[in-house]
Nanobody, 114 residues
Framework: QVQLVESGGGLVQPGGSLRLSCAAS???????MGWYRQAPGKQRELAAQ???????YYADSVKGRFSISRDNAKNMVYLQMNSLKPEDTAVYYC?????????WGQGTQVTVSS
């Protein structure tokens, strides 16, 4: 059964913005949820995480530009991405933190290009 569904990706110019959404099933929605990203030739990276209470963590590469949020009542996690750079190009996934044995969704492609 599908437990994680990411959406909102697309093509955007450098400096632009996108808002990603993640719908998680109640069975997988965790105290720690995060957005991961992976580009060809790179290791999967935890870009941002958020606790049930709203405490956040950001990778240095996105700090100050990305903002993670969650709606516990709706089992939704969001990632607001501003001031996008070409190096942000990747497939973005949401999942628990750590991912552990949780299955990955299909991800959503973000392409930043002029």
């Amino acid at each position: 059964q599908v437990q994680l569904v990411e959406s909102g990706g697309g093509l955007v110019q450098p400096g632009g913005s996108l808002r990603l959404s993640c719908a998680a099933s109640g069975s997988i929605f965790s105290i720690y949820m995060g957005w991961y990203r992976q580009a060809p030739g790179k290791q999967r990276e935890l870009a941002a995480q958020i606790t049930n209470g709203g405490a956040t963590y950001y990778a240095d590469s996105v700090k100050g530009r990305f903002s993670i949020s969650r709606d516990n009542a709706k089992n939704m996690v969001y990632l607001q991405m501003n001031s996008l750079k070409p190096e942000d190009t990747a497939v973005y996934y949401c999942n628990t933190v750590p991912a552990g044995r949780s299955m990955w969704g299909q991800g959503t492609q973000v392409t930043v290009s002029s």
